[in-house]
C-alpha cells in the first residue's frame, strides 16, 4: 500500500515537474516574441504606443514629428509676423532612440513580472520624454533678424527753431523698443522642439525710456536766446516760454552774424573792445579800447563765438538793419534789462 503511495506520488511530481517546465518554456517563448513590443500605458512625448511594436511606433512617432516639421512657427509683434519653419531650423528629433528607450521600460523587471503584469492587464504609464534638438546658430540668427526689424532707439525731447529762427518747437520724447533676445530665444526653441508647442508665439518686447523728457528739456533750456537775422528779433525764453522779444542789429553782407548753436561764455559790465585783426578795424586792428565814448560796445558784453557777441549801442538808428561788424546790437536799456536775466552758459541760436 505504501509502495503504491509512492508511485502515485512521484508520478504527480514529475507530471507538475513536466507542466512547470512547459510554461517556463512557453512563458520565455512568449516574452521572447514581444521582445520589441511597447507595453500598455507607454506614450512617446505623449504619444500613445503601447501595444505596438517597435517599427509601429517609430511610424507613428515619425509621422508626428513630420507633421510638426511642417507646421510653421509664426513670431508676432504688431502687425510684424516672421514665419520660421522647424524643418529649416535644424530640428533633430531622435525617433529610434525614443522607441527604444520605451521598448527598454516596457523590458524592465523579471520573466515573471512581465507574464503576470500581461496576465492582469496592467499598465506601466511611463512617459518617453521628447529627445530633440535645434541648430542653436539658426535660432540666433532669426532672433537676431527679428530684434533688427522691432528694435528702435529711444528718442530724447529736443528743441527745434521754426522757420526764420521767430519761434522754438518742441519734439516730444518717444519711448524706444528692444526685443528681449535670452526670452524669444528660449520661446522659440521650445516651440520649435515641442511636437505640441505654441505655433504663434508673441515676440517679447522691453521698453527703453528715452534719457530726456519735456520736464528735463525745460530744465536743460531754463532760459534760451532766438536771434533771427531775418527779422533782426531777439526773443528770450524761460523754461521753453517766451518772455520778451529785443529789437536788435546784425551784421551787414560780408560780416554777418554766424549763424547756428552756440552758449553765452562771456559775460562783461560795462566791457573793454578788444578789436579783431581783421581788415575792417583798419589801424584799429588789435588795440583794446577802454569804456568810453570811443568803446562800440556799450554797457553790457555777452559773448558766444569767436569774438562774437551781444552788446549794446548807441547808434540807435541801426536797430532793425544788418549794420554791425558781425555782433549783435541792442539798445542800452534792452541790453541792461536782458543780462540779469541770461546765466552763463545760456544756449543761444542764431537763424
Known sequence: MRRRVWIVGGVSLTMLAVAVSAAAAYAYVWDHDRADTIAKGVTIAGIDVGGLRAHAAEALVAARVSAHLRSPVRLVRGDHVFVIRPSRAGVRVE?????????????????????????????????????????????????????????????????????????????????????????????????????????????????????????????????????????????????LKLVKTYHVAVGMQGLETPAGQYEINDKQIDPSWHVPLSPWAGDLAGRVIPPGPDDPIKARWMGFFDGAGIHGTDEISSIGSAASHGCIRMTIPDVEDLYPRVPLHTPIYVG
Open 95 to 239: 525617433v529610434a532612440r525614443m522607441v527604444a528607450d520605451a521598448v527598454a521600460a516596457s523590458r524592465r523587471g523579471s520573466l515573471w513580472h512581465r507574464v503576470v503584469r500581461a496576465i492582469r492587464g496592467t499598465r506601466v504609464d511611463v512617459d518617453i520624454p521628447l529627445r530633440a534638438g535645434v541648430s542653436q546658430a539658426h535660432v540666433a540668427r532669426v532672433v537676431r533678424g527679428v530684434a533688427r526689424v522691432l528694435d528702435r532707439r529711444p528718442t530724447d525731447a529736443r528743441l527745434v527753431p521754426t522757420g526764420l529762427a521767430t519761434g522754438i518747437r518742441v519734439v516730444k520724447s518717444r519711448w524706444g523698443l528692444a526685443v528681449d533676445r535670452p526670452k524669444l530665444t528660449a520661446l522659440l526653441t521650445q516651440s520649435l522642439i515641442d511636437l505640441d508647442g505654441k505655433t504663434e508665439l508673441t515676440v517679447p518686447i522691453d521698453p527703453l525710456k528715452p534719457r530726456l523728457g519735456l520736464r528735463g528739456l525745460e530744465r536743460r533750456y531754463g532760459t534760451y536766446i532766438l536771434v533771427s537775422r531775418e527779422t533782426f528779433t531777439l526773443r528770450l525764453y524761460k523754461r
